[in-house]
């Protein structure tokens, strides 16, 4: 999907989940058609995923009242995720982008079977669940809001309150209704929470400014392979009624994780480490207890994987000194080729 210079201003965290939502869109209109799809985007308020599919049809549902347009929106109904007013088969693609979580957890079974009945074929969900990564994260993001804009954070009470739903649970209800699933990390956490850190502090410093908004733009513009590393801080599902189709092979290689790099894995958790510490300076050194209590967490976690990395190297180094390295090398010098380096 190539976006337009005014999706790229969109905040990164809304960007990503309607970027992976329309690019599995498209999948399905490339291997199955229409070419004009049938959506339900469950949770969808403000209706943001139709300025990425703009020749689809898209009626959101939303518990929210919409602002009152000039003309009545036809295409916008207010109501529950868990009785949704819809014929079972009803759209091509059901959405649902960080809504399960805001869902109490006694009734996401039924929010689950509800987006399955009202699908012709497909549900794609993304929702940030339970893990101890994503735990941190969002409680170091609470406690800083709560630091610096004087505020709670809405979006992340409700997550407590509710609690983050289980992934494993959530796909073993989904396949137990008969669709077929898979899925894939969507928003990298290492990235994910010092840009969520960043963006609250421009706020702060001026809630007009468009910096925050530059931010945006520069990281929505970067490689979405970017994000689909883990540990992210959501995840996609993609549930199939038919089982598994040749669109659900295609959205696994599109969403496929590439391969793990512990040396930029440690990187990106030394930048986390340094902006939490350019903030605690920015508060005179004394961020709030719970804040630090966070920061220290964090701070072990990197030090245990730059344990993990030196171990490894000594490992390869072992190895390259071995006498089967040099065997091999030695082979190799009598072939004519050259040998592994030393």
Same mark, same amino acid.
């Given at each position: 999907?190539?976006? !337009?210079?005014? %999706? ?5 965290? +809304?960007?990503?989940?309607?970027? *992976? /939502? ?11 058609? &229409? ?15 139709? @300025? ?10 939303? &518990? ?18 868990? /009785? ?7 759209? *091509? ?7 399960? #979580? ?6 996401? &079974?039924?929010? %689950? ?6 699908? @012709? ?11 101890? #990564? ?20 809405? +979006? ?36 994910? %929470? ?31 392979? %970017? ?21 659900? $092979? ?14 930029? *894995?440690? @990187?990106?958790?030394?930048?986390? +480490? ?5 903030? $605690? ?5 004394? /961020?709030? &207890?719970?804040? #630090? ?14 344990? #993990? ?32 380096? !030393?």
């Amino acid at each position: 999907m190539i976006a !337009s210079a005014d %999706l790229l201003a969109l905040p990164f965290d +809304q960007y990503g989940r309607h970027r *992976d /939502a329309a690019t599995v869109a498209e999948l399905v209109r490339a291997h199955e058609g &229409p070419l004009r799809l049938a959506i339900l985007d469950v949770g969808g308020y403000p209706c943001l995923l139709r @300025r990425f599919l703009p020749t689809d049809w898209i009626v959101v549902v939303d &518990p929210l009242a919409a602002p009152q347009p000039r003309e009545p929106d036809r295409a916008y109904l207010r109501a529950s995720g868990t /009785a949704l007013p819809f014929q079972p088969d009803s759209f *091509d693609l059901v959405v649902s982008l960080d809504s399960l #979580e805001h869902v109490p957890a006694a009734e996401r &079974p039924h929010y %689950l079977r509800e987006l399955l009945r009202v699908s @012709r074929r497909y549900v794609v969900l993304l929702a940030p669940f339970a893990s101890d #990564e994503t735990a941190r994260a969002e409680a170091l993001l609470f406690e800083y809001v709560r630091a610096t804009l004087h505020a709670d954070h809405a +979006q992340l009470a409700e997550h407590r309150a509710h609690g983050l739903p289980d992934l494993a649970d959530t796909m073993a209800q989904l396949r137990a209704a008969g669709a077929a699933c898979l899925v894939f990390p969507s928003g990298y956490l290492y990235h994910w %929470l010092p840009l969520m850190l960043l963006k609250h502090y421009l706020l702060a410093l001026d809630p007009d400014a468009g910096v925050h908004a530059a931010l945006d733009r520069w990281y929505n513009a970067r490689d979405e392979q %970017l994000d689909r590393r883990t540990p992210a801080y959501r995840h996609g599902i993609v549930a199939s009624k038919a089982g598994g189709t040749p669109t659900l $092979a295609a959205v696994a290689a599109r969403f496929a994780a590439p391969p793990t790099r512990p040396d930029e *894995d440690l @990187r990106a958790r030394l930048d986390l +480490q340094g902006v939490l510490h350019l903030l $605690a300076l920015e508060r005179g050194n004394r /961020a709030p &207890p719970l804040w #630090e209590e966070r920061l220290r967490a964090q701070e072990r976690q990197i030090a245990a994987l730059t344990r #993990e990395v030196e171990t490894l190297r000594a490992h390869l180094a072992a190895i390259r000194r071995g006498r089967v390295m040099r065997l091999l090398n030695a082979l190799a010098a009598l072939r004519g080729r050259p040998g592994s380096p !030393s």
